[in-house]
């Protein structure tokens, strides 16, 4: 058979990329579920439930760890001295009112917690995630005669109070963040969830 | 094309050989890769860096599928795996000392086999592709170290693990959500730990195999730059081969193999009398089961990647903080473009690219040392002052380099040093 027509290029650029452009979308759609693979599972998100804390045997002063959502929250109960005095270093606290950290609307405020004398915060360091260690003795030796009291993080040397703000100089920019939680009675803490109706119904 | 001829006499052999050569090109790969392949007649030490970098790619691909027959992955069955491996299996402790002191082995073999190209130029046109490649195996590298560090579970690597990723966190909008969507979960936990051990012992594998290949095919287009940094391709005798070029093989494979005695012996000895290296290589936390609940205090990466740790501890923002320990990598990417200088090597480079290396020298190793002590003001100052020598190598590079007044480049390579 003797074709002699000419190969019409414009015809086959445009064929070329077509089939090009519809391969690419099918790699993006095929890609999709192994990308949301990776997400966490609803097994972990299921674990990820509300926890309850007894408070009945905290004392003023002391301090409690419990793991909610693979983070450690520290729980402690403030005196009524620490709680005056709280104010006092808002000068060296980067983010004393803390308006750029993240924390539930009941706990934008100065104490940075529902009740004054109780403090709930998630205790991975807001730098990269380390655990800020306790140092609640003021005038401390290392940090200076006037370190009101707070945590130290061993990692980068991340300095935050007893409301977990983050004082001026350190590696991290935020203040510790606190979980959503809310009081079923005043001895029982629910970490997880701030609205009481939801907690009665689970 | 000279390349063809030499194709083309390439001898067939009779018998099997013959058979053989029909089907596949054995003589024909081994004639250009090896007997007519002609390489630099001056290469010193440091030409002994990349065939040691493929040994030990070799060793640690040969333990790691030994170390997957025992270890069990999983959060309440890696540690105590690992922990049999060490005590319980036949040599097992011997396997996996090899493949964690290998570890550290490839990163010493890596820094100096880069460190070359930086004294040389072998960076420079025509082999800035070669280096580009390099350059994604080192970050290929690094991945797969840090992975491999996550496995055993012991304490350091468990906070090793958190903090690396949550670097990513400081990325604007995405951040938090694109760490959540790396761990699988909202802290590092088990599925964590499966993903990178898949990654660890299936996909950074094959992707660097994938690169060192791409690497070689690069080396062999563009020919070895050598420690004069003179092109040998371009002084060719009436034969048509390089004038100052000998054949790879029976040259260089021996050469070499003399070069894998001494590495090995080293080696041997770190592995049996100094494992854990004073901590450098084995770390004393990381004998610890991961605790979600105590951070290990001092806290301090494997030693190769303590320098840029150290930048970004400088830094007092920790966004900037992430955002120059990214640059402090990928300014390597950017050698090839940022050089403006005629000449190759630093034998005939000025006082001024001397000077600047050596700045860059002692700050890349002064990093390395304040990256493994704890973050106190007068440390973090001294990394301050180290990590500006690091990026003015790099940011003023194209002035300094034009600056310069090189030497003139002979024709002929020499043996001197
Ligand atoms: C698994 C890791 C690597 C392997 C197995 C490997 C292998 C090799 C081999 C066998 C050579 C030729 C012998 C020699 O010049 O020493 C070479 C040359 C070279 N490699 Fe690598 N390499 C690796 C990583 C890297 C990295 C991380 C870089 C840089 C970022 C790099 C840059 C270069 C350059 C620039 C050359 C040419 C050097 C010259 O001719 O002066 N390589 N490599
Ligand atoms: S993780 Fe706490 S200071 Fe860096």
């Known amino acids: 058979m003797a074709d002699q027509e000419a190969v019409d290029l414009d015809r086959r650029k445009f064929l070329t990329v077509a089939t090009a452009a519809t391969a690419g979308v099918g790699v993006v759609f095929a890609a999709t579920p192994f990308v949301a693979s990776w997400s966490p599972s609803e097994r972990a998100k299921a674990l ?70 109780v403090a709930v915060l998630i205790a991975t360091c807001t730098h990269l995630g380390c655990l800020p260690k306790q140092r609640f003795e003021p005038a401390d030796a290392e940090l200076g005669a006037d370190w009101p009291g707070g945590f130290r993080c061993p990692c980068h040397g991340s300095r935050f109070d007893l409301a977990g703000r983050v004082f001026n100089g350190s590696p991290a920019s935020v203040n510790l ?15 997880g969830s701030d609205d009481a109706a939801v907690q009665g119904a689970a | 094309m000279a390349s063809n001829d030499a194709a083309s006499q390439v001898n067939q052999g009779a018998g099997f050989m013959g058979w053989l050569n029909k089907r596949l090109p054995v003589n024909k790969f081994i004639s250009d890769q090896l007997l007519e392949y002609y390489a630099p007649k001056n290469f010193n030490v440091w030409y002994f860096f990349g065939s040691l970098a493929l040994l030990v790619l070799v060793m640690q691909l040969v333990s790691g599928i030994f170390l997957t027959m025992f270890y069990k992955v999983g959060d309440t069955t890696a540690f105590e795996s690992v922990e049999f491996i060490r005590r319980e299996v036949s040599y097992g402790w011997l396997i996996q000392s090899l493949h964690a002191i290998g570890a550290s082995a490839f990163f010493v073999v890596v820094y100096l086999h880069m460190y070359r190209a930086l004294m040389y130029g072998s960076y420079k046109a025509p082999r800035e592709l070669l280096w580009l490649f390099g350059m994604f195996i080192y970050l290929a590298l690094m991945a797969e170290a840090f992975m491999g560090y996550v496995l055993p579970w012991g304490n350091m690597s468990y906070w090793a693990a958190t903090v690396i990723i949550n670097i990513f966190s400081t990325i604007p909008v ?87 005695g001494f590495f090995l012996t080293l080696f041997a000895v770190v592995v049996f009398f100094v494992p854990t290296f004073g901590g450098l290589f084995m770390e004393e936390a990381n004998f610890e089961p991961a605790n979600p609940l105590s951070t290990p205090e001092p806290i301090a990466p494997s030693w190769y990647f303590t320098p840029y740790y150290a930048i970004l501890r400088a830094v007092p923002n920790q966004r900037i903080g992430a955002l120059l320990l990214l640059l402090a990598v990928l300014a390597f990417f950017f050698l090839p473009w940022l050089d403006r200088s005629p ?34 003001a007068s440390y973090v100052n001294a990394a301050r002052v180290f990590a500006i020598g690091y990026f003015s190598f790099f940011v003023l590079m194209p002035l300094y380099t034009k600056w310069d007044r090189v030497k003139s480049v002979p024709k002929r390579v020499s043996f001197h040093e």
């Open chain 1, 177 to 191: 963040r606190v979980p959503p939680y809310n009081f079923e009675n005043d001895n029982t803490l629910v970490i």
């Open chain 2, 343 to 376: 000449v190759k090597s630093v034998r005939y480079r000025g006082l001024w690219f001397k000077g600047m290396l050596a700045v860059f020298t002692v700050s890349f190793l002064a990093l390395m040392y304040l990256g493994l002590k704890p973050a106190s």
């Open chain 1, 48 to 117: 990820g439930a509300p926890i309850t804390v007894d408070l009945s045997k905290l004392e003023p002063g002391m301090m409690l760890t419990y793991v909610w959502r693979k983070q450690p929250i520290y729980i402690f109960k403030r005196t009524p001295e620490t709680v005056a005095k709280l104010a006092a270093h808002d000068a060296q606290l980067k983010d004393p009112k803390s308006s750029d950290s993240d924390q539930p609307a009941y706990a934008t405020n100065e104490m940075r917690s529902l009740r004054p004398d």
């Open chain 2, 174 to 260: 995405i951040g938090p959500g694109l760490v959540e969507w790396i761990r699988g979960d909202y802290g590092v936990a088990d599925a964590t730990l499966n993903r990178f051990f898949s990654l660890h012992v299936v996909a950074i594998p094959l992707i660097l195999l994938l690169l060192v290949a791409l690497h070689l095919v690069a080396l062999r287009q563009v020919g070895s730059n050598n420690p004069d940094g003179i092109e040998i391709k371009e002084n060719k005798g009436s034969d048509g081969k390089p004038v100052d070029g000998i054949p790879f093989h029976p040259y260089y494979t021996v050469k070499d193999i003399v070069g894998v």
